[in-house]
């Protein structure tokens, strides 16, 4: 079992940055795949970027490509959130999950062991 928690959030001015991160603890997390998804208040839980349990693989949603990436250090047990270029409609919390399905990356579905989320706000 993995557990998830994750940090780096706050306020932030248009065009700049913030790093995310995805601590975990459990035995299993070095070959668990990791997702982060965001929710903005209104709207349903949205894939923003996800990585495979080797750091090989790795998926971006078209709304963040080019300026998210993600990355993870399995000696340290983390996952990261690289955010650039932050817009508005970025204003989301963000969470962190474990992929458990053969589903699309994309799906909320697929995934279980949530943390509790971060909060990121980008100001106009």
């Known amino acids: 079992q993995v557990q998830l928690v994750e940090s780096g959030g706050g306020l932030v001015q248009a065009g700049g940055s913030l790093r995310l991160s995805c601590a975990a603890s459990?035995?299993?997390?070095?070959?668990?795949?990791i997702g982060w998804f965001r929710q903005a208040p209104g709207k349903e839980r949205e894939f923003v970027a996800g990585?495979?349990?080797?750091?090989?693989?790795?998926y971006t949603a078209d709304s963040v490509k080019g300026r998210f990436t993600i990355s993870r250090d399995n000696v340290k047990k983390m996952v990261y959130l690289q955010m650039n270029s932050l817009k508005p409609e970025d204003t989301a919390v963000y969470f962190c999950?474990?992929?458990?399905?053969?589903?699309?990356?994309?799906?909320?579905?697929?995934?279980?062991?949530w943390g509790q989320g971060t909060q990121v706000t980008v100001s106009s």
């Open positions: 999950a474990v992929r458990v399905g053969g589903s699309s990356w994309y799906n909320a579905r697929a995934y279980d062991s």
């Open positions: 990585i495979s349990w080797s750091g090989g693989l790795t």
């Open positions: 459990g035995r299993t997390f070095s070959s668990a795949a």
